[in-house]
């Protein structure tokens, strides 16, 4: 790996930081603590910051010192690039014992988000000290990742308005991949997340008189069965969906027939168009299947998060940069997609780029300090804990990306 050499001395600075985020996590918008200490680090480095956009997201504007990087009445350079972090907590309890455990009981960085964040600090240090590059450099902290939709509220808080982007970039760490590897794929890298209630309305009886009411639990469990068919015989073979049952709640007793029950779950796809689909399918049986059994059916369908899809230049370009900073061994093109789901995907809406997953090491998580969890060290998982290697890596990613791309 061809590694930064003062990024890697500045390391345990940068380690301090990740791990006092990870012991004071906090939920979607209450990131008051997280976003004080990111813009009061960038401060100290000289770094522009822009504060209070989309709650409590902020921009850090580093203007290169390389010809070309102003105009001549002082205007931001056309060239620029954007570079994203999220900064959010998981509403989980942590099971880890180590020193940095989280001190707030019920939520953690399950998910790495503190990671993140201290690799795209250690290369905004670097840059601010080192602005040899012709162009600006935009710095994406970002609120509520996790359900909140934090990218949405950034963009409709003008975001790209205020600081253009030519393209935006982002990193997940990935555990299950070798430290250092990254995973880039052209085209969907992550699913939509869309959610769905099914309420079903009969009438209720005896339960040893069930002739004289409509059974919502029979109703529901036969919408249940066809909804499945929208999966196996409606959609195209080749196009991926999900469609999860999560919850059937009816009845209070065992020896009544309710008078309602509720369906609940997800639906996770590639495609705007299967979603839609989907959608229009679920309307339909459920509300033909609970007629044909003299019941009635109202279908709630909330779309969250469109599918993350990388632009296939912007991701081919990462990819050879990180071949060039890891090795070309350490780079997986056109890397599995995921059904997990991102809101960096209303970014690449807006701009062209690319979402990359970079290796956090085996699920065993060898890497993690004395006293964690039992369990395997997996993204939402009380015994996960982010690899502090990867901080020295993604930063120095992070660098020759910026400098490459304002150099083309």
Same mark, same amino acid.
């Not at 969907?188 to 040893?208: K, L, N, Q």
């Given at each position: 790996?061809?590694?930064?050499?003062?990024?890697? #001395?500045?390391?345990?600075?940068?380690?301090?930081?990740?791990?006092?985020?990870?012991?004071?996590?906090?939920?979607?918008?209450?990131?008051?603590?997280?976003?004080?200490?990111?813009?009061?680090?960038?401060?100290? =480095?000289?770094?522009?910051?822009?504060?209070?956009?989309?709650?409590?997201?902020?921009?850090?504007?580093?203007?290169?010192?390389? @010809?070309?990087?102003?105009?001549?009445?002082?205007?931001? @350079?056309?060239?620029?690039?954007?570079?994203?972090?999220?900064?959010?907590?998981?509403?989980?309890?942590?099971?880890? !014992?180590?020193?940095?455990?989280?001190?707030?009981?019920?939520?953690?960085?399950?998910?790495?988000?503190?990671?993140?964040?201290?690799?795209?600090?250690?290369?905004?240090?670097?840059?601010?000290?080192?602005?040899?590059?012709?162009?600006?450099?935009?710095?994406?902290?970002?609120?509520?990742?996790?359900?909140?939709?934090?990218?949405?509220?950034?963009?409709?808080?003008?975001?790209?308005?205020?600081?253009?982007?030519?393209?935006?970039?982002?990193?997940?760490? =990935?555990?299950?991949?070798?430290?250092?590897? #990254?995973?880039?794929?052209?085209?969907?890298?992550?699913?939509?997340?869309?959610?769905?209630?099914?309420?079903?309305?009969?009438?209720?009886?005896?339960?040893?008189?069930?002739? #004289?009411?409509?059974?919502?639990?029979?109703?529901?469990?036969?919408?249940?069965?066809?909804?499945?068919?929208?999966?196996?015989?409606?959609?195209?073979?080749?196009?991926?969906?999900? #469609?999860?049952?999560?919850?059937?709640?009816?009845?209070?007793?065992?020896?009544?027939?309710?008078?309602?029950?509720?369906?609940?779950?997800?639906?996770?796809?590639?495609?705007?168009?299967?979603?839609?689909?989907?959608? !229009?399918?679920?309307?339909?049986?459920?509300?033909?299947? @609970?007629?044909?059994?003299?019941?009635?059916?109202?279908?709630?369908?909330?779309?969250?998060?469109?599918?993350?899809?990388?632009?296939?230049?912007?991701?081919?370009?990462?990819?050879?940069?990180? !071949?060039?900073?890891?090795?070309?061994?350490?780079?997986?093109?056109?890397?599995?997609?995921?059904?997990?789901?991102?809101?960096?995907?209303?970014?690449?809406?807006?701009?062209?780029?690319?979402?990359?997953?970079?290796?956090?090491?085996?699920?065993?998580?060898?890497?993690?300090?004395?006293?964690?969890?039992?369990?395997?060290?997996?993204?939402?998982? @009380?015994?996960?804990?982010?690899?502090?290697?990867?901080?020295?890596?993604?930063?120095?990613?992070?660098?020759?990306?910026?400098?490459?791309?304002?150099? !083309?």
């Amino acid at each position: 790996m061809r590694l930064l050499d003062d990024i890697v #001395l500045a390391r345990p600075q940068i380690q301090a930081i990740r791990r006092d985020i990870h012991a004071h996590p906090e939920l979607r918008f209450a990131e008051h603590r997280t976003s004080e200490i990111v813009a009061s680090t960038l401060k100290a =480095w000289g770094v522009e910051v822009h504060r209070g956009i989309g709650g409590t997201g902020l921009v850090g504007v580093i203007r290169g010192s390389g @010809a070309g990087s102003i105009d001549a009445t002082g205007a931001i @350079a056309a060239r620029s690039i954007g570079l994203r972090a999220d900064m959010d907590a998981l509403p989980i309890q942590e099971a880890n !014992e180590f020193a940095h455990r989280s001190k707030h009981a019920g939520c953690m960085h399950a998910c790495g988000h503190d990671g993140h964040t201290a690799m795209l600090l250690a290369a905004a240090r670097h840059l601010a000290q080192a602005p040899n590059f012709a162009g600006t450099v935009v710095l994406i902290f970002q609120p509520a990742e996790e359900g909140g939709a934090g990218a949405q509220k950034m963009i409709d808080d003008g975001l790209f308005e205020r600081f253009p982007c030519d393209a935006v970039f982002a990193i997940h760490n =990935w555990p299950g991949l070798a430290v250092g590897t #990254l995973g880039v794929a052209d085209g969907p890298v992550m699913a939509s997340t869309s959610e769905f209630e099914i309420r079903v309305e009969g009438r209720g009886a005896h339960a040893a008189m069930p002739d #004289l009411g409509v059974d919502p639990i029979f109703v529901a469990v036969q919408i249940a069965q066809g909804l499945q068919a929208l999966v196996t015989r409606v959609k195209r073979p080749i196009d991926s969906a999900v #469609l999860s049952i999560t919850m059937i709640h009816a009845g209070e007793a065992t020896n009544v027939i309710p008078d309602t029950a509720t369906i609940g779950g997800t639906v996770r796809t590639f495609s705007d168009g299967v979603t839609a689909l989907i959608e !229009e399918g679920m309307r339909r049986i459920a509300q033909a299947t @609970a007629q044909a059994h003299q019941a009635s059916a109202q279908v709630r369908f909330e779309r969250n998060y469109p599918p993350t899809v990388n632009h296939p230049r912007e991701a081919q370009f990462a990819a050879t940069v990180g !071949e060039e900073v890891l090795g070309p061994d350490k780079v997986l093109r056109d890397v599995d997609p995921t059904m997990g789901a991102e809101d960096f995907s209303f970014m690449l809406q807006c701009r062209p780029g690319a979402y990359l997953f970079l290796g956090n090491g085996m699920s065993g998580g060898a890497h993690r300090s004395a006293g964690h969890g039992a369990g395997p060290c997996t993204l939402h998982n @009380a015994s996960y804990d982010f690899n502090d290697e990867l901080i020295s890596i993604g930063a120095s990613f992070w660098v020759r990306l910026v400098e490459r791309f304002l150099s !083309e």
